[in-house]
């Protein structure tokens, strides 16, 4: 097979702008030859990649598949190349960190400003996406390391605990008293929370799987009316149907309109979350992470002003 990393890194702009125009504009190349490199990728596969239409183009099923496997392979490149000036003891090279949406809208900007400062030869890159994603994404290489929510175990990933967070029930309306623009009102109980209809994230995302198992514990079953992966969106549907959800106050305050919702602490038993930093546990981290790992940590007990 003679598939060259420059036909993969072509594929890739082409793929993700959805033009061959845009990207050859991005690439400073002709788009003939930017066609002609794509086009040889379809003859060595074997398969269409592409579908060309009047707007642009879309991927086929081959076209998706060989979009994720580039991704990973040219992230790989990226950390034999950052691997090699580490062996030269700067922490330069380009660090992808994934997080969840609730914390990207609180963190990133924080970060990049730190980073920047603290890294001056180095390259920050952000990826959002909720906690699983985040985790495959570390497995496959896409990401160095994650802040993720969920504890689940495995061989191929090392997690330590940052710090914790206490989880509301999450309504619209009045408010008994305020901190900042979020409306925080008296503690509930499990059993309050079982009586109202909630909108939340399917299983496995760790907040569900954390309300199912403190239910289960007191015999208790959470009446989950709507299944919603995305924050804000759950959100708009407790503002706008009055539905209730179970969320972080950091969730809360990155949907904005904060003063839209009425935030009670869960307290009985008290229903926490926790926010772990997670790293491969198949690949060496290098100087640039292992100096990165404390800054992100320190970053996220700064923004939240806690930890464990």
């Known amino acids: 097979m003679a598939v060259e990393l420059r036909q993969l890194e072509y594929f890739v702009h082409v793929a993700e702008l959805g033009s061959f125009t845009r990207a050859a504009n991005l690439l400073s190349i002709a788009q003939p030859v930017l066609s002609r490199q794509v086009r040889a990728l379809e003859l060595e596969f074997r398969q269409v990649l592409l579908e060309r239409n009047g707007r642009g183009v879309t991927l086929t099923e081959p076209g998706r598949r060989l979009l994720e496997h580039s991704r990973s392979i040219l992230a790989q490149v990226d950390r034999v190349q950052s691997d090699m000036e580490d062996g030269r003891g700067e922490a330069t090279g380009r660090l992808v960190v994934a997080l969840p949406p609730s914390v990207s809208s609180v963190l990133t900007a924080p970060l990049v400003r730190r980073f920047r400062e603290r890294f001056p030869k180095a390259t920050l890159c952000i990826l959002e996406g909720l906690s699983a994603y985040s985790l495959e994404w570390l497995t496959i290489g896409r990401a160095d390391c994650a802040v993720v929510y969920t504890n689940a175990t495995s061989a191929t990933v090392e997690l330590s605990p940052v710090l914790s967070e206490q989880l509301y029930l999450v309504s619209a309306g009045p408010a008994a008293r305020s901190a900042g623009d979020v409306l925080i009102g008296e503690p509930v109980s499990l059993t309050q929370v079982a009586r109202h209809q909630l909108v939340m994230p399917s299983r496995p995302h760790s907040i569900r799987l954390l309300l199912e198992?403190?239910?289960?514990?007191?015999?208790?079953?959470?009446?989950?009316?709507?299944?919603?992966?995305?924050?804000?969106?759950?959100?708009?549907?407790?503002?706008?149907?009055?539905?209730?959800?179970?969320?972080?106050?950091?969730?809360?305050?990155?949907?904005?309109?904060?003063?839209?919702?009425?935030?009670?602490?869960?307290?009985?038993?008290?229903?926490?979350?926790?926010?772990?930093?997670?790293?491969?546990?198949?690949r060496p981290s290098g100087p640039l992470l292992e100096q990165a790992i404390p800054l992100l940590r320190q970053t996220l007990c700064d923004m939240w002003d806690t930890r464990l």
Do not use: C
């Open 213 to 282: 198992g403190a239910m289960a514990q007191a015999s208790l079953k959470p009446n989950i009316a709507l299944e919603i992966e995305s924050i804000p969106a759950i959100l708009n549907l407790v503002r706008d149907e009055h539905l209730h959800a179970v969320l972080s106050l950091k969730a809360v305050q990155s949907g904005g309109q904060q003063q839209d919702f009425y935030v009670r602490p869960i307290a009985d038993p008290p229903l926490q979350t926790t926010i772990w930093i997670a790293t491969s546990a198949q």
